[in-house]
């Protein structure tokens, strides 16, 4: 059974940094990419960073490039953002997703979903 279980969400000021992980297992994920996905309330669910697992390969939304980073440490089967500089429009419920497909951003290529964790910046 696949889990992923997201932590490290909380409140933080704004232009403060905060790093949320993501512990995945019940499955192999080195051909796969994981994503980082957001949603705020009333919003669409959107794409926020993407890393593949073998190569480390990442892509970014335009409006967290410079402020965020996507990593992953094999070894602990986990994957981190790391978040700085964060903005009160950086507010939303952040998700975990895999993907068995290469280098996707489309939430609806995503295969497995993580419960999320909540991010709320203060101004």
């Known amino acids: 059974q696949v889990q992923l279980v997201e932590s490290g969400g909380g409140l933080v000021q704004a232009g403060g940094s905060l790093r949320l992980s993501c512990a995945a297992s019940?499955?192999?994920?080195?051909?796969?990419?994981m994503g980082w996905f957001r949603q705020a309330p009333g919003k669409e669910r959107e794409f926020v960073a993407a890393?593949?697992?073998?190569?480390?390969?990442?892509w970014y939304s335009d409006s967290v490039k410079g402020r965020f980073t996507i990593s992953r440490v094999s070894a602990k089967n986990t994957v981190y953002l790391q978040m700085s500089s964060l903005k009160p429009e950086d507010t939303a419920v952040y998700y975990c997703?895999?993907?068995?497909?290469?280098?996707?951003?489309?939430?609806?290529?995503?295969?497995?979903w993580g419960q999320g964790t909540q991010v709320t910046v203060s101004s």
């Open positions: 997703a895999a993907s068995s497909k290469y280098g996707v951003t489309g939430s609806r290529q995503y295969d497995y």
């Open positions: 019940g499955r192999t994920f080195s051909s796969y990419t």
């Open positions: 890393i593949t697992w073998s190569a480390g390969r990442t």
